[in-house]
């Protein structure tokens, strides 16, 4: 069974652009979490989706949004980039809602210059 | 806000067992205690998790004190490839994982 792939695995923006990261799970698995991780920060959720609907968010600006699309299928896009923006992307898969046991893809790095 | 507390760095030698310690002081009645890991530069790779009986799979064990308020990752015979950085994690039905800085392991050859 094929993991968790991401698209594209690295990012060069600049400042004031937006971006779209993709985000494909493991076959069968409906739930998908974003992850962004930072040398400072650490490792810090940033939403969920199930059934095309957020389900859960974390603390970041509205800058931040994603969707799901009706195959599970995830994007994430950030506006308005800043430099602090620069960062490990991590999407997360799961069977569902609430299921803590999640599968984790390689992560797109992006550089915010 | 951290609900673990985990030593930040440890080493241990190859084929021997590494024991890596986890203090979960305010854990709930429904709370379970996950263990993930991250290599350098991959996702984080789930490991195991239990509530309150010691759990064993075909990467760790982990065992649960009585009071539930901490918890050891047992990696039987250590290997170069377990060097990674293991996050000690406290979720009910949550799927947002809080993932504090993790402890540090270093197999030595």
């Known amino acids: 069974k094929a993991g968790v792939t991401q698209t594209p695995r690295y990012l060069i923006k600049t400042r004031g652009q937006q971006v779209t990261l993709s985000c494909s799970p493991i076959?069968?698995?409906?739930?998908v979490s974003w992850y962004q991780q930072t040398p400072g920060q650490g490792l810090q959720f940033l939403f969920e989706?199930?059934?095309?609907?957020?389900?859960n968010k974390g603390n970041f600006p509205g800058r931040f949004s994603g969707r799901q699309f009706s195959n599970s299928r995830s994007e994430m896009n950030v506006s308005t980039l800043e430099l602090g923006d620069s960062a490990l992307y991590l999407c997360?898969?799961?069977?569902?809602?609430?299921?803590?046991?999640?599968?984790f893809g390689p992560g797109t790095r992006l550089t915010v210059t | 806000d951290a609900k673990t507390t985990q030593p930040p760095s440890m080493d241990c030698a190859e084929g021997r067992a590494a024991n890596l310690p986890c203090n979960h002081s305010?854990?709930?009645?429904?709370?379970?205690v996950y263990w993930y890991r991250q290599i350098h530069s991959q996702g984080p790779q789930y490991i195991i998790h239990?509530?309150?009986n010691n759990e064993t799979n075909e990467m760790a064990s982990l065992i649960i004190t009585e009071d539930r308020k901490s918890s050891t990752l047992i990696l039987p015979h250590a290997t170069l490839r377990d060097t990674a950085v293991y996050y000690c994690?406290?979720?009910?039905?949550?799927?947002?994982?809080?993932f504090g800085k993790g402890i540090t392991l270093s197999v030595r050859p």
């Open positions: 997360a898969s799961s069977l569902g809602q609430g299921v803590i046991e999640q599968y």
């Open positions: 076959s069968g698995h409906r739930s």
């Open positions: 989706y199930f059934s095309e609907t957020q389900r």
């Open positions: 305010t854990i709930s009645g429904n709370e379970y």
């Open positions: 239990g509530l309150k």
């Open positions: 994690i406290v979720n009910g039905a949550n799927s947002k994982l809080t």
